[in-house]
């Protein structure tokens, strides 16, 4: 086993650790008798003390020109390239996802980095005519300030590369607040952050825990806008209060994203959707498939082909080369799926293979879960309408292709969805009438590329979009200006419509 790493909080240039010295510990999901890392449980005097460097910082980092920005995070993506494999592999100690899927995660980030800075040279504004002769009219992107960065664990480098890079290309300052189940990872980030030589103060972190942590950047008053992704439930309290006190926030929280399976599909690759949307990242993933929608004419012979491949599938720790599905995060979400079992049984639906904690061998030193297939499942029970987040997916078969679309959308969720057909026409009905944020035609719900929008919509969302130009919005006002160059005050341009 490895020394775990002593991580701290990063704040206007400095490690630090919680003023209280109180710390937490991080464990291996795969073996939870293995520490990976102890990290600050930092409380509101460490989040104040990061709010004002950040506060700080932002005078000056606002005003170096945004290409000048970008360079720093160009910097940032030469340099995780460069430590990519090292990240990869802490991401799978810490997170439990396999480790080919944890070189993604960085690589996601490198993708960010690379487009974040392209940025720098664009943020756009616009011209425009004035009404009034001698006037020049435009509009300009403005940084909003102070940004708290509050991310969940199963994406711990891409998800803070996707909130932080745009942010700070766009002349804001941040704070990151990451999950208390990845800190090494974070710290690793950071670290990379501080070696591509930001000033003190532009890029913060604070570890903890959300209740404590969390909780107080969210309620800070000098916080001026908060991009959150997480759980709807955690997603709802960080809305309720940033309306109460006037913050900007952006929110990316579940999703019950659906593959459709139509009976003209090519069914091996519907397939191999399906497996790695459902099982890939063991489900912990927003956009997992939760929901396969199969014609009734290929039910039967898709099921059959999915229970095969499935009870193919290797479960093992995710730096083994050879493990296809990694351990669920820790104990606690480890029972909320086997609690689920007891549900789907209770409404009627058949658990065709999985359904079990894995209690053999080397994987009881984890927190491992059979990868799940249940069947008969109806659009009404609640393991048809409520996020699992694991390694389970629910059959629903369906006899249309208006009665799929529909199910699909039967979901308080909307962030990712998927169908395979090869008729065009259904696969353009399906573009328009699919009520999600991100639409497949004939490839998984999963595989999200960062120039373009990222996001849902219904209760997945609040109107925002991470990653693409969208990013640009969240993390920037517009502001109008008007240039006056007549040399003289008339009435007629101050109420020009007289
Ligand atoms: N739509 C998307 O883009 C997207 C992407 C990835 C994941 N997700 C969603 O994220 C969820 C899984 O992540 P999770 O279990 O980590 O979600 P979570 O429990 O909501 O936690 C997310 C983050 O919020 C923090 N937090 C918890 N309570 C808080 C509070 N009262 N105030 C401020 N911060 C608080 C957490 O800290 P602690 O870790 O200390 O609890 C963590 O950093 C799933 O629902 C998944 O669908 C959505
Ligand atoms: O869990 C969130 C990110 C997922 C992603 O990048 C994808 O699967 O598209």
Redesign the pocket.
Known sequence: MKTPLNCQNYINGQWLNAATETTLNSHNPANKSEIVATFPRSQADDTDRAVTAARQAYGSWRKVPAPARAEYIFRVGELLLQHKEELAQLISREMGKPITEARGDVQEGVDCAFYSAGEGRRLFGQTTPSEMPNKFAMTVRMPIGVCAL??????PVA?PCWKAMPALVCGNTVIL?????TPACATKLIEIFAAAGLPPGVINLVH????EA??A??EHPNIDLVS????????A??GETCGRTHKRVCL????KNAQVVMEDADLELALDGALWGAFGTTGQ??TATSRLILHRDIKEKFTTMLRERTSQLRLGAGTEPETDIGPIINNRQLQRVHEYMNIAREEGAKILIGGEIVTEGQLKQGYFFQPTILDNVTPQMRVARE?I?GPVVALIEVSTFEEAIAILNDTKYG?SSSVYTRDINRAFVAMRDIEVGITYINGPTIGAEVHLP???VKQ??NGHR?AGTTALDVFTEWKSVYVDFSGSLQRAQIDNRS
């Not at 903890?208 to 209740?211: H, I, S, T």
């Open positions: 509050i991310t969940p664990w199963n994406f998800i607040k990451p999950a208390e189940d903890g825990v959300g209740e969390g909780k950047l969210v959150f992704t997480g759980s709807s439930a955690t997603g309290y960080v990316e929280m579940g999703g993933r927003c996020e987040f962030l990222f996001g849902g997945t969302g991470e």
